[in-house]
């Protein structure tokens, strides 16, 4: 079984244990369309967090959960990610030895128009405003650009944000 990580879950413990490489999923991009109201922000000061929109393509990384952990990741992975924001699916994704399907979590076409950090300035104050029970937003964009990193993969727009954000 394959999981599709595009964000946080890159780095998550739940997949320590997992092979990760290199994918691609065709079809949606990675954008901040969510907010944390706990992880990482609050109620007062929601932190906005990637989720995957349609349109365009986004590198992220394929975990292969060996067949002895698989029950255990996805009631774990199905807890924190299994929100009224998102949806779990199956996608396929290009590895290099070819397409695979993974499961991955997708945002619910009805909460695309819930948040919009066009305003990059705004985006960057939310981020740094932001402080939940796993850490700020700074520390969540940090989180994501280290686990792209790790398994060399960048994406110019998280980038930018963490070069606003952490001058």
């Known amino acids: 079984m394959l999981i599709f990580g595009y964000g946080s879950l890159m780095g998550d413990n ?3 244990d997992c092979r990760g490489q290199r994918a691609l999923l065709r079809g949606y991009h990675r954008s901040f369309n969510h907010v944390s109201n706990l992880r990482w922000g609050t109620s007062e000061h929601p932190c906005p967090i990637f989720g995957l929109s349609p349109g365009g393509e986004c590198w992220g990384v394929a975990f292969e959960v060996p067949p002895q ?6 009631r774990r992975l199905e807890r924190r990610e299994g929100t009224d924001e998102r949806r779990q699916t199956r996608v ?5 030895e070819g397409p695979e399907e993974a499961w991955t979590w997708i945002t619910r076409p009805e909460r695309l128009d819930g948040y919009s950090w066009e305003d ?7 981020l740094q405003s932001a402080h939940g029970i796993v850490g700020t937003g700074a520390e969540y964009v940090r989180t994501v650009v280290h686990a792209l990193e790790l398994h060399g993969l960048s994406d110019p727009e998280v980038q930018a944000v963490w070069e606003r954000i952490s001058a």
């Open 14 to 16: 739940a997949l320590r």
């Open 69 to 74: 952990s698989q029950r255990a990741v996805m």
């Open 92 to 96: 396929k994704v290009e590895l290099p």
């Open 120 to 126: 990059r300035a705004l985006l960057a104050w939310a």
